[in-house]
């Protein structure tokens, strides 16, 4: 009886996380990775699965989600016409290698590093979301050579030590070399196809090896994949809804506050604080 209700429990709170990122994915345009990882670090943790591989999971479930919600993404963007096809085509093999070489890090480390890197990266997005700048350039089209086979990497192995598709990263990047802003989200969506598939068919092959949840494959939660899924297409529209009724850059700002807290309280905890 008690892991029945224990399955319930845990059923709920993933229903509660999957409803709430769906709106603010919808709302706001954020990658559904910056919620989720934190909302799954808790309510795990909640539940009694804290562990050394709890972050582990985290990230590893968070992009088992990102799969599925981003090929939505880039084929409704393709729709419209506004996915870089060239932008992705060459930044491609980049990104690959970077997740991979994530994924190969995040499998090494223990719970308590993951969360302060979460933490770190967690703090420098909320403070670009919070006080970037639309004008801000770095140049007027996206790098080649060098400069893209450093960026590439660098962005697909970031994202993978944070458990997020391309919007966090990849969005600000594009902007800041000129890229509209619909070409940007469009392509980041096919970024984060680039990362997540990767990274999840090796975490697939890096076992728990203790306090795993039920139905976890590797480090990949599966019931926690399956009702994210489930609630985020729900209720995903209902954030486009709400974004087209109202102004959603004062909300923009808050979620940044929002996403400063988080990080900062990811890493007192890791600091034992």
Not at 20 to 32: D, E, K, M, P
Not at 87 to 104: E, K, S, Y
Not at 193 to 220: D, E, Q, R
């Amino acid at each position: 009886m008690p892991e029945t209700m224990l399955l319930i429990q845990m059923g709920l709170l993933l229903m509660i996380i999957g409803a709430v990122a769906g709106v603010l994915a919808g709302l706001l345009g954020v990658g559904g990775g910056i919620v989720l990882v934190p909302a799954f670090f808790y309510a795990f943790q909640t539940l009694g699965y804290e562990g050394p591989q709890l972050m582990q999971m985290c990230l590893a479930t968070s992009l088992a989600t990102i799969i599925v919600t981003s090929v939505r993404s880039v084929l409704a963007h393709n729709k419209k016409g506004a996915v870089d096809w060239d932008i992705l085509r060459t930044w491609a093999p980049g990104i690959v290698i970077g997740a991979v070489i994530g994924m190969l890090l995040v499998a090494q480390l223990r719970s308590n590093t993951l969360q302060a890197i979460f933490g770190v990266l967690a703090l420098v997005v909320g403070l670009y979301m919070g006080f970037g700048r639309s004008e801000w350039r770095l140049g007027q089209a996206m790098p080649t050579g060098v400069i893209r086979a450093v960026q590439s990497p660098f962005m697909g192995f970031l994202s993978v030590l944070m458990g997020i598709g391309g919007g966090s990263f990849g969005v600000p990047l594009m902007s800041l070399y000129n890229t509209p802003i619909h070409r940007a989200v469009a392509t980041a969506a096919g970024f984060g196809v680039l990362i997540a598939v990767p990274a999840v068919i090796g975490f697939l092959f890096v076992p728990m090896t203790s306090n795993a949840p039920p139905l976890t494959l590797g480090t990949v939660n599966l019931v926690a994949f399956a009702i994210i899924i489930a609630m985020t297409l729900i209720t995903a529209p209902w954030g486009v809804k709400l974004a087209h009724a109202m102004d959603p850059k004062p909300l923009k700002r808050v979620f940044a506050v929002f996403l400063i807290a988080v990080a900062l309280n990811m890493l007192r905890k890791a600091l034992g604080w």
